[in-house]
């Protein structure tokens, strides 16, 4: 039973506000399924919300969140593939049309994992496993950046992973077929928390520029 007074009173509030707001289109939502045209991979962090980032209505956004927005790479081997389940409910199940990996500034994913070039526990029993998805994108990028800030090295790092979790998309066959029937697109986007900016990724320069 959920006693927490601060979800009980916040739920109160969703009920008066949002669903009432909302309730005709959760009517629909609910009569006619789900069709949302986005999907977002985004980080667990509680302090990137992607439905309040981009404003985006019920139904609107399929959204999966792991530790630091990882797009693992295309494998078949391995029982509890979550991330990979949500990618092929959206591109296949429901079609939709843009993907976003939307990384974020702070991520504690990244910084645990730059920590643990030199502290192996740094990353505890599941998230250094995890976070070595981004194991040569983290020696490309020390290795790269001599001498670095570490606060501008953990930048660098979450823009890398950013492309590499593209990249890792391309490999999966269902998405492969639709990037050639122009039926998806790709897009990478970083939000600064301290500035409560969006960077959206130009994939051909590589480089992240604030959105007006
Ligand atoms: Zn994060």
């Given at each position: 039973m959920i006693e927490n007074d601060n979800l009980i009173s916040g739920y109160r509030q969703f009920r008066q506000d949002h669903y009432s707001r909302y309730r005709d289109l959760y009517d629909t939502l609910a009569d006619k399924g789900q069709a949302p045209k986005t999907m977002i991979v985004s980080?667990?962090?509680?302090?990137?919300?992607p439905a309040a980032i981009f404003n985006a209505k019920p139904g609107e956004m399929f959204v999966v969140r792991n530790v630091a927005n990882l797009v693992p790479?295309?494998?078949?081997?391995?029982?509890?593939?979550g991330t990979r389940a949500a990618l092929e409910f959206a591109v296949c199940?429901?079609?939709?049309?843009h993907i976003v990996v939307l990384g974020h500034g702070q991520c504690g994913g990244i910084k645990a994992y730059l920590q643990g070039l030199n502290?192996?526990?740094?990353?505890g029993e599941f998230i250094g496993k995890w976070m070595s998805i981004l194991k040569s994108t983290r020696d490309h990028v020390v290795q790269s950046n001599p001498g670095t800030a570490p606060e501008q090295l953990q930048l660098e790092m979450e823009y890398a992973a950013i492309q590499t979790s593209l990249n890792n998309l391309t490999k999966f066959p269902f998405i492969q077929e639709r990037l050639k029937e122009n039926r998806l697109q790709f897009h990478g986007g970083h939000f600064d928390i301290a500035k409560g900016e969006l960077y959206s990724l130009d994939r051909k320069s590589g480089q992240f520029n604030p959105v007006k």
């Open positions: 980080c667990c962090d509680s302090r990137v919300e790479p295309y494998t078949t081997i391995g029982d509890y593939s199940g429901l079609n939709v049309e502290n192996p526990d740094a990353g």
